[in-house]
């Protein structure tokens, strides 16, 4: 059960915060003054070692990631680097999969779900309990009284929930996977992109999503705004040192449970999360056990959960080694 509860809200977390990464393109942030100290980070940053799982024939480097970062990092990691001299193939996501990010781009990139229709506003759809938390919270982090009225709601948050990322320092522009995708093709290493099963489905029930589950995904992008920035500032800072204790030790806040129990009913949320870890687990043993030398970039969360794939490829008989630190620099 506790395994389950972690899928489950993994996937919520990942998609109050996709909407927010999939809209960082659509308008520049508005100034306001900021609610907490910023995460000054700047110059080169390694962020966390890799895990190296091995097996009789070959070895797989796991790097682990995060979303929202600190907005001002450069991200390079030497040990990265190093593996990729002696790689046969890296691992990452299909753009359209892990974290439901990229499936978040093409919904919002879709302009008649962006919208609120019939010459309506976000006040006329959204019920008035969320709207008046919501318009306190875009005081905050808006100088203009009607920014995003025009947009559905949970869009309309998106926004709101970007403008508070950008105050606290946070933003989830920086694509590790996109980053070790130019370094494999630097190095001439031959990449892989996992294709996991379900996703049309899942778009197309974020499509139709009924208001009532909507809103209360909406609540719970409030929620984590209102209260839970201080979480993804340590977790964030966290990464960037390689704190890997501090992330796992950072629960995921209990203003997603509603929207869990919404996901849940309604889209099958959390089969899908089951199929992208399953998706993994069976790609990497199949590198490993060929002999290959491979080198993946994966979800922090999906690593580190109760029943997560470093517990999986445990339990399929394989050894995974803690990362070892590497000094940051810059």
């Known amino acids: 059960m506790a395994a389950l509860n972690s899928i489950r809200r993994l996937l ?113 759809v959204m019920p008035p309990d969320l709207y008046a938390r919501f318009v306190l919270l875009r005081s905050r982090y808006s100088a203009e ?11 309309a948050t998106a926004f709101l929930e970007r403008a508070a990322l950008h105050q606290v320092g ?26 996991v099963a379900g996703v049309r489905d899942f778009l197309d029930a974020l499509k139709t999503m009924p208001p009532a589950t909507e809103n209360t995904c909406v609540s719970a992008a409030l929620a984590t705004i209102e209260t839970g920035l201080p979480r993804l500032v340590a977790r964030a800072q966290a990464w960037v040192t390689g704190d890997i204790d501090k992330i796992q030790s950072l629960p995921q806040g209990a203003e997603v449970d509603a929207c869990i129990a919404a996901l849940d009913a309604y889209a099958g949320a959390s089969d899908l999360i089951a199929q992208i870890r399953g998706t993994w687990l069976d790609t990497l043993q199949l590198h490993i056990n060929r002999g290959d030398v491979a080198l993946a970039v994966v979800n922090m969360d999906l690593l580190l959960q109760p029943g997560g794939l470093l517990e999986e490829l445990r339990t399929a008989g394989f050894t995974v080694d803690a990362p070892t630190e590497e000094t940051p620099t810059g």
């Open 170 to 195: 946070l933003s989830a522009r920086l694509d590790i996977g996109n980053e070790v995708r130019t370094l494999a093709r630097k190095h001439d290493v031959r990449i892989e992109e996992l294709k």
């Open 145 to 155: 009284p009607d920014e995003w009225s025009r947009y559905r709601p949970i869009i």
């Open 12 to 124: 919520a977390v990942t998609l109050l915060c996709a909407v927010a990464f999939a809209v960082a393109a659509e308008e520049a942030p508005s100034p306001a003054p900021p609610v907490l100290d910023e995460v000054v980070v700047t110059g080169e940053r390694a962020g966390p070692g890799l895990w190296h799982v091995h097996g009789r024939k070959g070895e797989a480097w796991i790097l682990g990631t995060v979303s929202p970062l600190p907005r001002d990092i450069t991200w390079r990691s030497r040990q990265v680097e190093q593996i990729l001299g002696g790689t046969n193939v890296v691992l990452v996501s299909k753009p359209l999969d892990i974290g439901i990010f990229r499936i978040l781009w093409l919904f919002v990139t879709q302009r008649n779900l962006l919208l609120v229709h019939g010459g309506r506003t976000v006040k006329d």
